[in-house]
């Protein structure tokens, strides 16, 4: 079974709305981490937001919003006010156990992301 | 403030050749991971490395090895490639094992022909 899943391979949006990519997982640990990462055409891998499974609040990063439903199991990222540098591919990422064991990240397919002017 | 330091940024290799990625990661980072993207894929953990000894393994094929040195940067071993290692290899770096987060470098793009 998928441990992370991004329902979503594409999407557009006008510039300046909102956008929430989905991202859904699935694990048995207490203990977990979870991660938005923006890979633009370029390549490189920006990390944009982090969520801890204990963590009371929603994770906020400027522009970026986490919306942690842990019942559901589901760490949507939100965008506010969409730019066109935007555009790129974006993973969800999970690391399961609280980082001892220099775990591996398991990520999502991704969802492809463009921003229209 | 300095990031992870990948080199070189592109390689290009025949089949059955062997390549060799180096990784340096953020200064006092202890903890370095190697990823594979293939084309159109999403990152696949390879292996990890904390304190210099191998700590985690994804799936790594065994022509792959991997090493981290006392000056805590990793080199990614790649022999007998074969047309289906051409991918994005990133290396990432933390501390403690990744409670603080991950650093990703930019990546080098392998292409094997």
């Known amino acids: 079974a998928q441990k992370i899943t991004q329902t979503q391979p594409g999407m557009f949006v006008q510039e300046k709305e909102a956008v929430t990519l989905d991202c859904t997982y699935d694990?048995?640990?207490?203990?977990?981490?979870l991660f938005w990462y923006k890979q633009p055409s370029s390549g490189e891998m920006i990390f944009l937001i982090y969520q801890g499974s204990y963590d009371q609040q929603n994770a906020t990063e400027g522009r970026y919003s986490l919306n942690f439903q842990k019942a559901r199991k589901s760490a949507n990222l939100v965008i506010s006010a969409s730019q066109l540098g935007d555009s790129a591919m974006y993973f969800c990422?999970?690391?399961?156990?609280?980082?001892?064991?220099?775990?591996?990240?398991?990520f999502g397919k991704g969802t492809h992301l463009i921003i229209q002017p | 403030a300095a990031g992870v330091i990948q080199s070189p940024r592109h390689l290009i290799k025949e089949k059955r050749e062997t390549a060799t990625l180096k990784c340096y990661p953020i200064p006092r980072h202890d903890t370095v991971y190697w990823y594979q993207q293939g084309p159109g894929q999403d990152p696949q953990f390879l292996i990890s490395f904390y304190e210099k000894m191998q700590s985690d393994k994804g799936s790594i094929p065994d022509r792959f090895s991997a090493q981290q040195f006392s000056d805590y940067h990793s080199e990614l071993n790649m022999s007998s490639l074969e047309l289906g290692d051409s991918a994005l290899y990133f290396c990432a770096s933390s501390l403690e094992q990744g409670y603080y987060g991950y650093t990703f470098g930019s990546g080098t793009r392998l292409t094997v022909v």
């Open positions: 990422a999970m690391r399961e156990g609280s980082g001892g064991g220099a775990d591996g990240l398991t």
């Open positions: 694990t048995s640990d207490p203990s977990y981490g």
